[in-house]
């Protein structure tokens, strides 16, 4: 399916969760020294409620994807938690090694200082129920996007990909990411301030204000001139981009089997 056709169900999938994961509202006051780890199914409603906050607490993480039918992560997250589903966090700042999604954001929240809502609670129902219901709009013909499998060539090094939770144009690449089994540095990108809204062509035309408005936001504006996501950087080839339909052609013809 086209990406622009994909977007449409993709925008559908944000309203359900009302943009959970688009703009830094709770942005994290500690920064990890080492990287946060998410063992992580693209597909599943508990993997996204993790990103979201992920995203407005404005962390980046390695995601290292476990879809239904892998080995490669599955075998690792489960030595490392018998048993566990997934999310799985992995924190070597602190030596924790946890699942279950809402306690992952109170985990994130109280140790790196951010005042993301807790979703214990009475609004844990809604939460899941609303991401359950965005889970649903990734069907396509042929099952759900970014849940299955597919044999992939193993890359030596993680690939980067900037990217927000809710962003309709950068799902489709973080599925195939995950049905390849591809490990990735995800540098959340989430906006800023009001003028980092609507697609880049439009909200650069008509608001003209600074790029910069977040610390990776930044980054590619100083280093690509332009801001929009997703963009991959992949350091085993020495490959960088934008643009999503570009990007689902390169990781197949690279890493497809």
Not at 50 to 63: G, K, N, W
Not at 136 to 159: D, H, N, S, T
Request: aromatic share 8%; hydrophobic share 40%.
């Amino acid at each position: 399916m086209n990406t622009n056709i994909d977007a449409i169900f993709n925008l559908l999938a944000g309203t359900a969760r009302g943009w959970r994961g688009t703009g830094v509202t709770a942005r994290a006051r500690k920064t990890p020294e080492k990287p946060l780890k998410l063992y992580d199914i693209e597909i599943s409603p508990y993997c996204r409620l993790v990103r979201e906050a992920l995203s407005e607490m404005d962390l980046d993480v390695i995601i290292l994807p476990c879809p239904v039918g892998s080995k490669r992560f599955r075998d690792e997250a489960r030595a490392l938690l018998p048993g566990t589903k997934f999310p799985m966090l992995v924190d070597d700042n602190t030596g924790v090694v946890m699942n279950e999604s809402a306690n992952i954001i109170d985990y994130l929240a109280k140790t790196y200082d951010s005042k993301l809502k807790s979703q214990q609670g009475v609004g844990r129902k809604v939460a899941v129920g609303s991401s359950v219901l965005a889970s649903l709009f990734q069907y396509r013909i042929g099952g759900f996007q970014g849940m299955k499998a597919r044999p992939a060539k193993v890359p030596a090094e993680p690939l980067v990909l900037y990217s927000f939770e809710a962003s309709p144009y950068s799902k489709p690449v973080r599925a195939r990411l995950c049905e390849l089994e591809i490990p990735y540095l995800l540098k959340n990108t989430p906006k800023g301030k009001m003028t980092d809204l609507g697609p880049a062509v439009f909200r650069d035309k008509l608001f003209k204000g600074p790029k910069a408005t977040t610390r990776n936001r930044a980054w590619l504006a100083e280093n690509t001139g332009h801001v929009q996501v997703p963009y991959l950087i992949d350091p085993n080839t020495g490959v960088a981009m934008y643009e999503s339909n570009d990007i689902l052609r390169y990781l197949d013809s690279t890493y497809g089997a």
